[in-house]
Structures are given as structure tokens and as C-alpha cells.
């Protein structure tokens, strides 16, 4: 089955520097690709996601990278502000898009 | 419109104990689905119905059971509550369209097992 491995597990970052997140996947059928951000004690919930027919997405200071081929996507947050301290999760699901697997996380705290 | 609903919120168990946790969604979402979530492994997959009347094992279905009642809702039970099931289960709901597969979630259910 689909395995998505993250990195790092944590990151701390001064505001206004960039974040990167890197996530990698098994399962070459998988194609779509989504991010959910979870503040403390809350849901998780979508900010940004891609399809495989896709190689960046972008809204606002937020983007997602794919390749395909080696089977690895990234989120890229830009001019990073203290609200955008959370765990982020990236995932992945194939043709059926039934089955959602998730990453383990990455905790991100944005230094002011 | 309340989306996923999931009851209840917190919850204390002592082994061996069995109960179920209720999950209701009013979008019209065929698919449904319960993770848990625990401190460094993310959120992992119990068990996820991708439509009324089917069910299938996601990453770690042992030692839990579902039933999907009608489209909208979809209980997880766990028969003989263990410790190592202490965790935060979420309820989610999906609509797949042309733009991907949006999940939703519930607020969670704070389980602990003793």
C-alpha cells in the first residue's frame, strides 16, 4: 500500500524567512496530493493540494512542488508570520481517491 | 450546515471496556473515514467506507470495528478498549470532484484507556 514519508519533523524559522516541507510517496498510481494545516487542540484542515498533471500550484505565499517522477512533493510557505505556526501534513491518494494516506507531520514554529 | 460531527468529544475507558464512537456528516459525502492521531506518527487510517453499505481496513484496523449505517454516518467500535488505543480519533467526510478529493474533519475524540 501507499506510504508517505515527511521531513523534517520539526522546523523553526525567524518570521519572514521561508519554510520548506518535503514529502515522499510510494505509490507510483497515487495522484493527487493534498496539504492540510492543523493549529493546536484543532482539526486538520486543506490549504493547498495538487494533481499529478500539475508541477506547482500556487496561492498567496503558499505553493506546492510535484515530481513524479521520483515521486516527491514539497510545500514552499514564504514570508513566514507567526499564525503560520501549526503541524503541517502532507498526503496522497490514488485513482480512487478513496483511500487518503497521510504523512507524520511536520511541527512548524515561526519565531517572531 | 454543521459538516462532520463526531461524539463523543472526551472520553475515559478502563481495559477491557468496549464503545463506539458516533460519526454523523450532512454534506451528502459517499466517502467517510476514521483516522487516529498520535504524538510523531501523524494521522493514520482505521478504516474508511468509500460508500453506503462498503467498508475496507485502512493502515491499522485491528483491534476496531465499523459499520456504515446509511450515507451519513459511520460508527467506529472498539470492542475491548486496550491502552495502546489511547489516541485522538477523527471522523472525516469526502467530495471528489474534478479538482481532487477535499477531506473533512471532525473536531476529534479525545480517548484514553486505562
Known amino acids: 500500500g501507499e506510504n508517505v514519508e515527511q521531513h523534517p519533523s520539526t522546523l523553526s524559522v525567524q518570521e519572514g524567512d521561508s519554510a520548506v516541507i518535503k514529502c515522499t510517496y510510494s505509490?507510483?498510481?497515487?495522484?493527487?496530493f493534498p496539504w492540510y494545516k492543523q493549529e493546536l487542540g484543532k482539526r486538520p484542515q486543506l490549504i493547498i493540494d495538487?494533481?499529478?498533471?500539475?508541477g506547482e500550484k500556487k496561492d498567496q505565499r503558499i505553493a506546492v512542488t510535484l515530481n513524479k517522477t521520483a515521486k516527491h512533493f514539497s510545500l514552499h510557505i514564504t514570508e513566514t508570520q507567526p499564525e503560520d505556526s501549526a503541524v503541517y501534513f502532507c498526503a496522497a491518494s490514488g485513482t480512487s481517491y478513496d483511500k487518503v494516506i497521510f504523512g507524520p507531520g511536520t511541527s512548524l514554529s515561526v519565531i517572531p | 450546515n454543521a459538516g462532520v460531527t463526531q461524539t463523543p468529544k472526551f472520553q475515559v475507558l478502563k481495559t477491557g471496556q468496549s464503545m463506539t464512537l458516533q460519526c454523523a456528516q450532512d454534506?451528502?459525502?459517499?466517502?467517510m473515514y476514521w483516522y487516529r492521531q498520535d504524538p510523531g506518527m501523524g494521522l493514520r487510517l482505521i478504516y474508511y467506507s468509500a460508500s453506503e453499505g462498503t467498508t475496507d481496513k485502512g493502515e491499522v484496523p485491528n483491534g476496531y470495528n465499523v459499520s456504515r449505517l446509511n450515507k451519513r454516518e459511520f460508527s467506529l467500535r472498539l470492542e475491548s478498549a486496550a491502552p495502546s488505543q489511547t489516541s485522538v480519533y477523527f471522523c472525516?467526510?469526502?467530495?471528489?470532484?474534478?479538482?481532487?478529493?477535499?477531506?473533512?474533519f471532525g473536531e476529534g475524540s479525545w480517548l484514553t484507556v486505562v
Open positions: 505509490d507510483s498510481a497515487s495522484n493527487y
Open positions: 472525516a467526510s469526502n467530495v471528489r470532484d474534478r479538482s481532487g478529493n477535499t477531506i473533512y
Open positions: 454534506m451528502n459525502h459517499n466517502s
Open positions: 495538487i494533481r499529478s498533471n500539475v
